[in-house]
């Protein structure tokens, strides 16, 4: 499965914005950025599951909370659209500093006007994707007509919207009314692919004949056939996620440097740099599954996957749980769930009371493990003591000899 960072950067308004980035598990064939809908974050199902499937097709996602929203720092009340194309926009600088700038721009409701609007301004951008977006900006006026004129008489009112409460205030207001989105999209230069639902009841599928109208080609339209605004249902995001990869390839195809990971057979396991960062690595295992590794970003990686340690921790613990299975199956004990947390730290030789080093630092490996069903403490010490023989523990107290060759080039 793809891999999902949590990072931070500094937003339009020199606020810390929250972002998540979703990777695939090779080298990303290309980087898109994901705007979420009007007043929603970017965990809303439709964001986590189309960058999701995007991962998975090998296209990395990074999707952020606009500011005063979800677990991004500032106020709601002193944003406005402008602002969000600037968050977009130093969301891209960010991803051009760090991995590589978004040659994909995909916007969800609102947030499909942003990317249409931002995409001038991000260098390298070659497609953009809406989906269920108005044409208008002002067209989120709607969700609150009934507060519009306590708005303009007082400069800004409460209002509820998806049952959370909101400050909408008048600059909000003239700041929507004043977007002139025609000419964006006309000027837009880019590919552009519109999804919009024909049953949508909150952003009529109008607005997708006005946006693919305003358009110059190379354009696109999916009707998106049953679905409601949100994507609420699994199988419209995902194919979403779906037709924006195999229609954006023909955009980003000159980008496409996807790292194959190594071929292994059975029983073997083959490790790869991905070159994407100081320490990440793509990983095969006997053919049929691929994982990643990395190092945290405090040791000069990306986190990007498990610590060479973490994997070590979890084979040891794999081991532990499916022993104490076996065993529990064999002699007819009610084990129902058996659960093991693992810890490695050095300590100093001194402390340890079961080593034969007495001076420096030794491995100590901490393994707690949980055993639920309605166990005798006869039970619950025979599968402890099994524990102890399962195959990654006896490797790891034998003696282990590791020989290493290089291959003939």
Same mark, same amino acid.
């Given at each position: 499965m793809p891999k999902g960072n949590k990072i931070t950067f500094v937003g339009h308004l020199g606020i810390e914005l929250a972002a998540r980035l979703d990777l695939p598990l090779g080298r990303p064939k290309a980087y898109a950025l994901f705007a979420? $809908?009007?007043? $929603? #974050? &970017?965990?809303?199902?439709?964001?986590?599951? @189309?960058?999701?499937? %995007?991962?998975? &097709?090998g296209i990395a996602v990074l999707r952020f909370d606009f500011t005063g929203l979800g677990h991004s720092e500032g106020e709601f009340a002193n944003t406005n659209f402008t602002s969000n194309v600037g968050d977009l926009v130093s969301a891209a600088k960010w991803l051009q500093e760090n991995y590589q700038s978004p040659s994909i721009l995909v916007g969800h409701s609102l947030g499909g006007a942003a990317v249409l609007a931002a995409a001038r301004d991000i260098q390298g951008v070659k497609a953009v994707a809406t989906i269920g977006a108005p044409f208008d900006p002002a067209h989120v006026s709607h969700n609150f007509s009934d507060s519009i004129e306590k708005v303009n008489e007082e400069g800004e009112a409460e209002v509820s919207l998806g049952g959370r409460s909101f400050v909408i205030t008048k600059q909000f207001l003239d700041d929507i009314s004043s977007q002139n989105q025609k000419e964006r999209i006309a000027n837009l230069k880019k590919a552009l692919l519109v999804f919009h639902s024909p049953t949508d009841n909150v952003v009529g599928v109008e607005n997708a004949s006005e946006i693919y109208g305003a358009a110059k080609h190379p354009k696109s339209f999916v009707s998106l056939d049953n679905a409601d605004h949100l994507l609420s249902k699994k199988r419209d995001a @995902?194919?979403?996620?779906?037709?924006?990869? !195999?229609?954006? =390839?023909?955009?980003?195809?000159?980008?496409?440097?996807? *790292? @194959? /990971?190594?071929?292994?057979?059975?029983?073997?396991? #083959?490790?790869?740099?991905?070159?994407?960062?100081?320490?990440?690595?793509? *990983?095969? @295992?006997?053919? &049929?599954? #691929? %994982?990643? !590794?990395?190092? /945290?970003?405090?040791?000069?990686?990306?986190?990007?996957?498990?610590?060479?340690?973490?994997?070590? %921790?979890?084979?040891?613990?794999? $081991? =532990? =749980? +499916?022993? +104490?299975? +076996?065993?529990?199956?064999?002699?007819?004990?009610?084990?129902?769930?058996?659960?093991?947390?693992?810890?490695?730290?050095k300590i100093y030789a001194e402390d340890c009371d079961a080593c034969e080093t007495t001076e420096g630092k030794v491995d100590q490996i901490t393994r707690v493990i949980n055993l639920e069903g309605e166990l005798t403490p006869e039970q619950r010490q025979s599968l402890l003591d099994i524990s102890e023989k399962c195959p990654v523990h006896r490797t790891l107290h034998s003696e282990v000899e590791v020989k290493s060759t290089l291959k003939d080039n």
């Open positions: 979420h $809908c009007f007043t $929603c #974050s &970017k965990d809303i199902f439709a964001a986590a599951r @189309v960058s999701a499937g %995007l991962a998975e &097709k @995902v194919y979403v996620s779906e037709v924006i990869s !195999a229609w954006a =390839t023909r955009y980003i195809e000159d980008n496409i440097n996807a *790292i @194959v /990971p190594p071929k292994s057979s059975q029983g073997q396991v #083959s490790v790869q740099e991905t070159r994407e960062g100081k320490f990440t690595q793509i *990983i095969s @295992v006997g053919g &049929k599954h #691929s %994982l990643r !590794a990395d190092e /945290p970003i405090s040791y000069g990686g990306n986190d990007t996957g498990p610590t060479p340690y973490d994997y070590l %921790l979890s084979g040891l613990g794999a $081991c =532990t =749980t +499916m022993t +104490m299975r +076996m065993y529990a199956d064999r002699k007819g004990i009610p084990l129902e769930r058996a659960t093991v947390t693992l810890q490695h730290q």
